[in-house]
């Protein structure tokens, strides 16, 4: 059999054969710690789930949007005590495009949080917005130059926020 050579990242629906061997990536490889302060790569963190994962909150800086069809999944590992989760685009160009669904401790309600034509950031702030449980989960999709789709699960306290807004500048 002959040998065939990539230039760029691969992306496999159904996996990788070495040798007629499946190779699976190891849960270290398909999880990747956000720190304090992320800037993530398409090279280095397509399909990966990023875990929010400080006490003091994470910041996370998707790359620019090009129409990739990138996917990064977010999720909570460690519940902040102080600051916020964020998740942020690249440039004052992008922008999110959305709903995030939301879960209230308070009155065992659901809200439904909708991005506007400017939307740039999420945050999660361990109240209203989101960011209270481990587990809430959130997954951008780069659909179009300039253009972040979103969807997720978050759970929110007290009087429940949009956790959208445009901070980027």
Do not use: C, Y
Not at 43 to 61: E, F, Q, R
Not at 104 to 122: G, R
């Amino acid at each position: 059999m002959g040998q065939t050579t990539f230039s760029g990242p691969v992306n496999s629906l159904n996996g990788f054969k070495v040798n007629g061997q499946q190779v699976t990536l190891a849960p270290s490889e398909r999880l990747v710690p956000a720190g304090s302060a992320l800037t993530l790569t398409v090279a280095a963190h397509d399909g990966k789930t990023i875990l929010l994962n400080t006490l003091t909150g994470s910041t996370v800086t998707l790359p620019a949007s090009t129409g990739s069809g990138a996917v990064f999944r977010f999720v909570i590992s460690t519940v902040a005590t102080s600051n916020s989760h964020k998740i942020q685009v690249a440039n004052a160009t992008d922008v999110m495009s959305g709903v995030l669904a939301m879960a209230n401790d308070s009155d065992n309600t659901a809200s439904l949080w909708e991005s506007s034509s400017t939307s740039d950031t999420i945050t999660l702030n361990r109240s209203t917005s989101g960011g209270t449980m481990k587990g809430e989960w959130i997954e951008v999709q780069d659909i179009a130059a300039g253009t972040w789709a979103v969807r997720g699960m978050v759970a929110g306290t007290g009087t429940e926020a949009t956790p959208f807004s445009a901070a980027v500048s």
